[in-house]
Nanobody
Framework: QVQLVESGGGLVQAGGSLRLSCAAS????????MGWFRQAPGKEREFVAA????????YYADSVKGRFTISRDNAKNTASLEMNNLKPEDTAVYYC?????????????????WGQGTQVTVSS
């Protein structure tokens, strides 16, 4: 099993920045990718970004490309999401997730472990 705990959410004005962190514990060696997803009220959970634990490769949704940056610290088993130039439409609960298979997925169903989520609210 892998446990994931997110932190860093909050309330920010449009144009501001937030940094989310995800601490992984347990059998982290069994996972290959970390991802960030978000879910706004009444909407489906959507892919935001993903990163490989082993190679320097990142993936982003078009809606956040150029504004968000995903990174990882293998020594600390953490993944982070730096969010800049935030917009009201970025408001959602943000979840980190871990995937066992050695290929990236942008589908929520492709991830095996999930954190509890952290709220991000962007005011206009």
């Amino acid at each position: 099993q892998v446990q994931l705990v997110e932190s860093g959410g909050g309330l920010v004005q449009a144009g501001g920045s937030l940094r989310l962190s995800c601490a992984a514990s347990g059998r982290t060696f069994s996972t290959n990718f970390m991802g960030w997803f978000r879910q706004a009220p009444g909407k489906e959970r959507e892919f935001v970004a993903a990163i490989s634990w082993s190679v320097d490769r990142t993936y982003y949704a078009d809606s956040v490309k150029g504004r968000f940056t995903i990174s990882r610290d293998n020594a600390k088993n953490t993944a982070s999401l730096e969010m800049n130039n935030l917009k009201p439409e970025d408001t959602a609960v943000y979840y980190c997730a871990a995937r066992r298979r050695p290929s990236v997925s942008i589908q929520a169903s492709g991830y095996d472990y999930w954190g509890q989520g952290t709220q991000v609210t962007v005011s206009s």
